[in-house]
């Protein structure tokens, strides 16, 4: 077989590329929080495909130059809905198409979202979540399009989804559909007063079923008594929880549950009211209940501090929040007085170790994946430095520098 000279000089090139990106990338930094607490200085992260292999002294010739900026491992955001955007009439639009758009522009609001929330430097999220999530995770997860790496529940489980049996059956066929977790709603939005919906039966059947099959289940729970009997069924995270009592909260603690309380939901709608306002049980009523709730989530986040519960991060973002996840960390310092290392170890490793990715992400350490985050400051001391984001890697590919 006889190539042209233009064929062998494209061929050559296309080595030449292979073999550069398959060089050593050597980041130089100065700070370096790892996700686990610790505090590492004047260190290169030197990462090869898509994962770090060292952390390394010396003076090495730097890919990229990080020094006076704080480096973390990437983001992880628990509970996001990237796929809800606001429309062409600036109103609020869910990911299920209310509004009337095509599938397509609802395909293109998710993945905008998911790529807005990656450059605010998330580089892992967990959708709870729409069917239009599945796609666009199979198609950022498969390097098509940008985003972050993308886990979701498709859908979720409500009181009116039946009998237990049937109810089961539902998390069967979740899982068939290429479901990463289970969402189910044990009690009532805060908009609606939080009470518990579904029964306890219908929850032991979800999170039962849910473990059975090798799935996490996470809970939609505001009131005590929905999410203890979350809890006691296996549920591994409980979501929100405005409305916790005392006993709860040490039942989390006790059973090692996973708890993500949020608080840039409430400021999101509350600063986006008009966009909100009308649509379902977007009612005035239920826009006091979440000003109530902000103050109640923050006393809530404090006693389970004291408990010493596993607190993950998780926005709940929804339309006008994608991009702003970083806020989580800031609401959580200011008003529910968990300290700066503490949220930042939150959003990366303990939201690793949620998601059972542990060992993969939400650590800088050598054999991990090259996410990785700097931002201008020091959030130590100010936490608003995470507003500041100005580098981005996720698996070893820079995203924003």
Request: proline share 3%; net charge positive.
């Amino acid at each position: 077989m006889r190539f042209s000279r233009k064929a062998i000089i494209l061929g050559a090139l296309a080595i030449g590329v292979v073999c550069a990106s398959a060089q050593p990338v050597v980041i130089k930094t100065s700070v370096i929080l790892d996700g686990k607490g610790q505090i590492l200085r004047n260190k290169n992260i030197v990462v090869e495909g898509n994962r770090i292999v060292r952390i390394s002294e010396g003076n090495a010739k730097a890919t990229y130059d990080l020094t006076g900026f704080t480096v973390t491992p990437g983001w992880i955001d628990t509970h996001v809905h990237f796929a809800q955007h606001f429309g062409a009439d600036g109103r609020a639009i869910g990911g299920e198409g209310a509004g009337g758009e095509s599938p397509e522009i609802r395909a293109l609001q998710a993945a905008a979202g998911a790529y807005a929330t990656l450059q605010g430097g998330f580089t892992t999220i967990q959708s709870l979540g729409a069917e239009v999530d599945g796609v666009t995770r199979d198609m950022i997860n498969g390097g098509r399009i940008p985003g972050p790496r993308v886990i979701t529940s498709l859908r979720a489980i409500y009181k009116e989804t039946g009998t237990p049996e049937q109810i089961r059956a539902f998390v069967r066929k979740a899982k068939a559909d290429g479901a990463d977790v289970i969402k189910i709603f044990a009690t009532a939005s805060i908009r609606d007063g939080g009470a518990q919906t579904m029964s306890d039966d219908q929850i032991r059947a979800a999170c039962g079923e849910a473990a059975a099959l090798g799935l996490r289940a996470v809970s939609h729970a505001h009131a005590s008594s929905g999410a203890r009997a979350s809890i006691l069924a296996g549920c591994t995270a409980i979501e929100h929880g405005a409305l916790l009592d005392d006993a709860t909260v040490k039942l989390m603690a006790e059973r090692g549950t996973y708890f993500d309380p949020n608080f840039l939901v409430w400021h999101n709608y509350l600063d986006n009211k008009p966009k909100f306002l009308g649509i379902g049980n977007y009612t005035n009523e239920g826009f006091a209940y979440m000003e109530k709730a902000v103050p109640q989530m923050a006393e809530v986040l404090k006693r389970a501090i004291a408990h010493r519960v596993k607190i993950v991060l998780g926005t709940d973002a929804v339309a006008g929040a994608h991009g702003r996840n970083a806020e989580e960390s800031v609401y959580r310092v200011r008003d529910g007085g968990q300290a700066p290392m503490d949220a930042i170890v939150s959003a990366t490793s303990v939201a690793a170790e949620s998601l059972r990715l542990g060992d993969k992400i939400g650590t800088v350490a050598p054999g991990m994946e090259a996410d990785l985050v700097a931002v201008e400051g020091d959030p130590l001391k100010d936490i608003t430095a995470v507003r500041q984001v100005r580098f981005v890697m996720k698996s070893g590919k820079v995203y924003r520098q």
